[in-house]
């Protein structure tokens, strides 16, 4: 009798189960179907007007116009991305409060700062919408016009090399890490306060390299005010078609850019991430899009929330190993 009631009362949850579950489910697509009604808001960690800001108002502007509601870029800067994160992170998981981010906020700053307020396991990735690349300039000046000059200079001059960066634990600052490993040459790092005052002595002749994303190299390479060397990326920059990649130049593993990607909270239901992921894939296909981003001297990315969350923990672990092998501390 009793072997009769259990199975009677495992068969009866089991049906229990899978109604609630049936209807949890539908609960979750009919909000999916229905999502977006209210406005988005576009969390940028970094300052109004720089770069990044300028990228996520023109993702929000295309978010508006594929998905029919306001989309509204708030900035929060601080802490290497930290402080926008961890508001993001700790957001209601409905889709309506994003993160646009630098992949540094999940690739370097970790293990640069130690323990944090938020990880990489408080996000889903929905897509990536750009990649920044990098180049490596000199002076006017400098006694070397081409890369093979540069490394010759630099062996027979070890530690004399300036090289700017834009701040202790940057991107700029790791890249700079990366191009001097790559070469086999010593710089010496000078550790800005962000790119401006680094690019004002690059063009005064204070400082005798940089690496710089493109957004500044562009218009100041070509009004002779530095010159680009190489580019740090895999391909060369439409904007600098004459400007060679150090792959192309014997040196493959000096390849290095930013991704910057939409994330949402941990948790925010898989039909509305979908949802999301395809209007962002959209206005990054689109002309408009891409054109933007080729004024910023920023290419444009497509990806899946997969191969987004994919390329952030390669990268996380190709830039943990250069952060200690090399003993780099952030500010």
């Known amino acids: 009798m009793k072997s009769w009631q259990t199975r009677?009362?495992?068969?009866?949850?089991?049906?229990?189960?899978?109604?609630?579950?049936?209807?949890?489910?539908?609960?979750?697509?009919?909000?999916?179907?229905?999502?977006?009604?209210?406005?988005?808001?576009?969390?940028?960690?970094?300052?109004?007007g720089g770069p990044a800001d300028i990228l996520g108002r023109q993702v929000a502007r295309q978010m508006h116009d594929v998905l029919n509601v306001s989309v509204v870029v708030e900035n929060k800067a601080g802490a290497a991305t930290a402080i926008g994160a961890t508001y993001v992170a700790?957001?209601?998981k409905d889709g309506y409060t994003l993160l646009l981010s630098a992949g540094s906020t999940f690739t370097t700053t970790p293990h640069l700062k130690g323990q944090l307020p938020y990880s990489l396991d408080d996000f889903?990735?929905?897509?990536?919408?750009?990649?920044?690349?990098?180049?490596?300039?000199v002076k006017k000046d400098f006694p070397a016009k081409t890369l093979a000059e540069f490394v010759q200079y630099a062996r027979a001059h070890p530690g004399k090399i300036n090289n700017a960066t834009n701040g202790q634990g940057s991107m700029v600052h790791l890249l700079g890490?990366?191009?001097?490993?790559?070469?086999?040459?010593?710089?010496?790092?000078?550790?800005y306060k962000?790119?401006?005052?680094?690019?004002?002595?690059?063009?005064?002749?204070?400082?005798?390299?940089?690496?710089?994303?493109?957004?500044?190299?562009v218009p100041n390479v070509n009004a002779g005010g530095y010159r680009?060397?190489?580019?740090?990326?895999?391909?060369?920059?439409?904007?600098?078609?004459?400007?060679?990649?150090?792959?192309e130049l014997g040196y493959p593993a000096i390849v290095g850019e930013t991704w910057m990607s939409v994330f949402a909270p941990a948790g925010t239901p898989k039909p509305i991430v979908d949802k999301l992921s395809k209007a962002i894939n959209q206005i990054t296909n689109?002309?408009?899009?891409?054109?933007?981003?080729?004024?910023?001297?920023?290419?444009?990315?497509?990806?899946?929330?997969?191969?987004?969350l994919d390329v952030t923990k390669k990268e996380s672990a190709m830039w943990k190993a250069l952060i200690e092998q090399l003993g780099i501390k952030g500010d």
């Not at 109604?19 to 109004?48: E, M, N, R, Y």
């Not at 890490?177 to 550790?191: D, P, W």
């Not at 790119?195 to 957004?215: C, F, K, Q, R, Y």
């Not at 990326?233 to 060679?244: G, N, S, T």
């Open 8 to 48: 009677c009362c495992s068969s009866l949850f089991a049906i229990f189960w899978v109604s609630c579950l049936g209807t949890a489910q539908a609960q979750i697509q009919d909000v999916a179907d229905h999502w977006p009604d209210k406005a988005i808001t576009l969390v940028v960690p970094f300052p109004a």
């Open 90 to 92: 700790r957001a209601t």
């Open 124 to 137: 889903v990735p929905v897509a990536a919408v750009a990649t920044i690349p990098f180049a490596f300039v």
């Open 177 to 191: 890490e990366l191009v001097g490993k790559g070469l086999g040459v010593q710089f010496t790092m000078v550790h």
């Open 194 to 217: 962000g790119a401006a005052p680094a690019t004002a002595d690059m063009l005064a002749g204070v400082i005798d390299s940089n690496v710089e994303a493109l957004t500044a190299t």
């Open 228 to 247: 680009a060397l190489a580019m740090i990326a895999e391909e060369r920059a439409p904007l600098l078609p004459d400007v060679p990649t150090f792959k």
């Open 286 to 308: 689109s002309a408009e899009y891409k054109d933007a981003m080729l004024k910023l001297g920023d290419e444009a990315k497509t990806t899946t929330p997969e191969e987004l």
